[in-house]
C-alpha cells in the first residue's frame, strides 16, 4: 500500500499545532463558561444532524475555525449539556468540589 501524496493528506504541521491546540482550548473553556446559558436537554429532534453532514468523505482539509463553528452551531444544540449547573436529574460528583463538603468527607463512615 502506498502513502497519500502530501497535497491530499497534508501531516501534522508541528509548527502549528501548538496555535491550533490552544484555539480549541479556548473554545471549550468558552463553552463551559457558558453552559449555564444552553437549555439543559437537547433541542432537536434526532436525525436532525444528518442534513448537514455529506454522503462522502471529505476529500480536502477544511479548516479549525471552521469544524469549530460547525460544532458550535450544529452540534451543541443537540447535546445533553450534563455539566450545565441547571440539571438536576443527577448528583454531579464528577463536577466540582462544592459538590460535597469536605468536612462531611473526613467523617464518611
Same mark, same amino acid.
Given at each position: 500500500? #502506498?502513502? @497519500?501524496?502530501?497535497?491530499?493528506?497534508?501531516?501534522?504541521?508541528?509548527?502549528s499545532? =501548538?496555535? $491550533? !491546540?490552544?484555539?480549541?482550548?479556548d473554545f471549550?473553556?468558552?463553552?463551559?463558561?457558558?453552559?449555564?446559558?444552553?437549555p439543559?436537554?437537547s433541542?432537536?429532534?434526532? #436525525?436532525? @444532524?444528518?442534513?448537514?453532514?455529506?454522503?462522502?468523505?471529505?476529500?480536502?482539509?477544511? =479548516?479549525? $475555525? !471552521?469544524?469549530?463553528?460547525?460544532?458550535?452551531?450544529?452540534?451543541?444544540?443537540?447535546?445533553?449539556?450534563?455539566?450545565s449547573?441547571?440539571?438536576?436529574?443527577?448528583f454531579?460528583?464528577?463536577?466540582?468540589?462544592?459538590?460535597?463538603?469536605?468536612?462531611?468527607?473526613?467523617?464518611?463512615?
Amino acid at each position: 500500500m #502506498g502513502s @497519500l501524496p502530501v497535497e491530499i493528506f497534508n501531516p501534522l504541521n508541528p509548527d502549528s499545532f =501548538s496555535d $491550533e !491546540s490552544q484555539v480549541v482550548v479556548d473554545f471549550l473553556a468558552e463553552y463551559y463558561k457558558d453552559v449555564k446559558n444552553y437549555p439543559v436537554q437537547s433541542q432537536v429532534k434526532p #436525525g436532525y @444532524l444528518k442534513k448537514f453532514c455529506s454522503d462522502i468523505a471529505p476529500y480536502s482539509l477544511e =479548516s479549525l $475555525e !471552521s469544524i469549530l463553528e460547525d460544532v458550535r452551531d450544529h452540534i451543541i444544540p443537540g447535546l445533553t449539556h450534563w455539566q450545565s449547573p441547571n440539571f438536576f436529574g443527577y448528583f454531579q460528583a464528577n463536577v466540582k468540589h462544592c459538590g460535597f463538603s469536605t468536612k462531611d468527607a473526613l467523617h464518611w463512615p
